[in-house]
């Protein structure tokens, strides 16, 4: 008989720790418990992938109303009403966490509505005081955005924020060009906000395709966003009305949405950048990197490795050095991606109650970027392929007979990236509307080893973007 309270105890309520606790108890009959601080769903549900998609499809309606009348709809755009998004999108969170409290419940596992922290590697204290015991604990508190190390730099935003602003602002300064920085950037100026964006490196999406990167850059000045590369900000400060001084621009009174006051995010943020503009903006917004959620949870105290920036230090079955104690997810800081973190769960479960050692195989992951077009990813970008062997390089880029007949500029890009040696294809990147759908279906081609002749054997579907992957015959270049 168990001396412990639980066989397992996860920490976190994230999509990897749900599934890991739900799985242990429903499937392997293990005794569970979990613990969440916040809302059950982690970050994906209540503050990422979810509510973001969301603002990614009505951030998309307004460019549909209007290439609508090139296709002889006369249709009538009253422009986007925040109140009524924010409202309903608030339903549909609160309806996935009750999916997630009754996922929970219906396998047996006893929930705790605490933040938790490690006293020994069997025992977890909550804060509401209670103690427990447990044979395995899963640490899986994902992790958050951070704001830069400079003065006022709580009077921006993060992510986080965006989904509870009472009122978009007018006007917003991005900082950051990773790809949440450019999501949000997209969505919002798909709303109607007015986009200024300012990163510090000589082009966004660094670690993608770079001519992906250049084409999803292009794509956004089209569509409005103030896109700055080589940019950073060097100060922050609320506005006062005639604080005009070296301003690119006066003021009016009247310009912003929201009154001066002191208080963060209520009142317009007078920025100077990097190359010398002063700006005043509705709200400002840092997009400048997410930290693992490890702070004092007394994991070093009992002898877990953190690494750089808090992660938790793990071996290939997500065990840490204390054998009791195991971590998943973006804590970890290995693949940040919630369908990794859901895997990792699974393979814990594996490994830990069902005595099948279970490695997660993190090669060759099919990744999304929510931009407006879309960039769908996997495998090897040109860049990384050309430092490891000769390769073939096939490449089409045009525009799509939908955005053509509305005579709208945009551009979609598909490329393949083909070893010389072997032929198999190494890397498949696309750039279009719907390139997230596209990208999951080329993805497993690739991971199976698909070659370029497989690929070249495969029938298109016309008339469809996705038909040019597999009717390039003569590579673009070669290196």
């Known amino acids: 008989m168990s001396t412990f309270d639980y066989d397992l105890f996860v920490i976190g309520g994230g999509s990897g720790g749900v599934r890991a606790a739900r799985v242990a108890a429903g499937e392997a009959g293990a005794k569970v418990a979990l613990a969440e601080e916040d809302r059950y769903g982690g970050t994906c549900v209540i503050r990422g992938c979810v509510p973001k998609k969301l603002m990614v499809f009505a951030s998309g309606y307004g460019g549909m109303v209007e290439e609508a009348t090139h296709y002889g709809w006369d249709m009538l755009n009253r422009g986007f009403d925040w109140q009524t998004f924010s409202g309903h999108l608030n339903k549909e969170l609160d309806r996935l966490e009750g999916v997630y409290r009754k996922l929970l419940a219906g396998s047996g596992v006893t929930t705790y509505d605490a933040r938790a922290r490690l006293k020994d590697p069997h025992t977890v204290e909550l804060s509401t005081g209670e103690t427990f015991t447990a044979k395995h604990i899963l640490v899986a508190t994902g992790g958050r955005p951070v704001r830069p190390d400079m003065p006022n730099a709580h009077l921006g935003i993060v992510s986080d924020d965006i989904f509870h602003l009472e009122n978009l602002p007018k006007s917003i300064l991005i900082i950051g060009g990773g790809y949440i920085a450019c999501e949000f950037a997209c969505i919002l100026a798909g709303l109607g906000v007015d986009v200024t964006q300012y990163y510090r490196g000589a082009q966004i999406l660094r670690g993608f395709d770079d001519e992906a990167r250049g084409l999803i ?3 956004m000045r089209e569509l409005g966003v103030d896109l700055h590369t080589g940019t950073n900000i060097v100060e922050m400060d609320c506005y006062r009305e005639g604080d005009d001084d070296g301003m690119d621009a006066p003021v009016e009174a009247t310009q912003y949405a929201m009154p001066v006051k002191d208080a963060p995010q209520e009142g317009p943020l007078k920025v100077k950048s990097t190359n010398g503009h002063i700006k005043v ?38 065990q840490t050095k204390v054998p009791s104690v195991y971590a998943i997810g973006d ?16 393979a814990f479960v594996e490994t830990v109650f069902n005595g099948n050692p279970t490695k997660v195989d993190h090669d060759l992951i099919p990744s999304a970027v929510f931009t407006q077009p879309e960039l769908g990813t996997v495998g090897l970008t040109e860049e990384q392929a050309r ?31 083909v070893s010389q040696e072997t032929r198999k294809v190494l890397g498949c990147h696309i750039v279009a509307p719907g390139a997230g759908e596209m990208i999951q279906l080329a993805g497993i081609a690739v991971k199976m080893g698909a070659t370029k002749e497989d690929f070249d054997r495969t029938v298109a579907v016309h008339p469809t973007m996705s038909e040019e992957i597999v009717t390039m015959r003569k590579p673009m270049r070669t290196a």
């Open 217 to 219: 850059a292009e794509s």
């Open 281 to 318: 903006f509705d709200q400002v917004l840092f997009a400048t990197g997410r930290r693992p959620n490890s702070d004092d949870m007394g994991l070093e105290e009992v002898g877990v490795t953190l690494g750089r920036g808090g992660a938790i230090e793990v071996d290939d079955y997500s």
């Open 331 to 346: 804590v970890t800081d290995r693949v940040n991606l919630t369908p990794v973190a859901i895997r990792e769960g699974m």
């Open 387 to 417: 430092d490891q062997e000769p390769i073939e390089v096939y490449c089409a880029s045009f525009r799509p007979m939908q955005s053509a007949f509305a005579d709208k500029p945009g551009r979609v890009l598909m490329k393949l990236i």
